[in-house]
């Protein structure tokens, strides 16, 4: 661990209110996401650049005015028409533009559903880890209580709560559950 590291979780296990911990985790989380943009491949970053753009409302009155100038060109009486009307031409540029923007949008998607998929990871993690903290202190309360004389032997939510939780088990159960109760469709 270099000195910025230990600075930094000396910072973080020494907080002064509760501001300072949401501080602290905001500035760690916004840390993290800057690290996963610095590592964005070129395309990712093309991708959510147009994604973005083509989002935005300025893409639409682009839009709107490009076709407006376009079939009011190819309609006005003794201009030249470059592509009159059905527009075939006009037609086939949108379809284009659609195609690209789609492949575009689905680059970006997919870069996104990464970084979700990282999000939930470290949700996981962090998880599992409180979850075994929790275990732990239920099981050292459980010897304090007996130093001081208290007899917590008959409380059976403890005794279950205590335990070591498997995920692997927790998974399972899930699955069953899903397989006797098949989720209903959104439409019934």
Request: aromatic share 8%; with cysteine; glycine share 4%.
């Amino acid at each position: 661990m270099n000195a910025r590291e230990t600075t930094r979780a000396q910072d973080y296990r020494a907080p002064r209110s509760v501001d300072d911990v949401t501080q602290q985790n905001v500035r760690a989380m916004r840390e993290l996401e800057q690290a996963a943009m610095a590592r964005r491949t070129m395309a990712d970053c093309v991708a959510g650049f147009v994604a973005t753009f083509c989002g935005s409302m300025t893409f639409v009155w682009l839009h709107v005015a490009w076709f407006g100038l376009w079939i009011a060109g190819n309609t006005l009486p003794g201009v030249t028409h470059v592509d009159p009307f059905p527009f075939t031409f006009l037609t086939l540029m949108v379809s284009l533009e659609a195609i690209f923007l789609s492949a575009f949008i689905l680059i970006s998607q997919n870069y996104e559903m990464r970084l979700t998929e990282r999000r939930n990871q470290l949700d996981l993690q962090i998880n599992l880890l409180t979850e075994q903290e929790n275990t732990k202190m239920l099981q050292l309360l459980e010897q304090i209580a007996a130093k001081v004389g208290i007899d917590v032997s008959a409380d059976a939510e403890l005794r279950f709560l205590k335990q070591v939780t498997h995920p692997e088990k927790l998974i399972a159960q899930i699955e069953q559950a899903q397989q006797e109760q098949p989720m209903k469709s959104p439409s019934a």
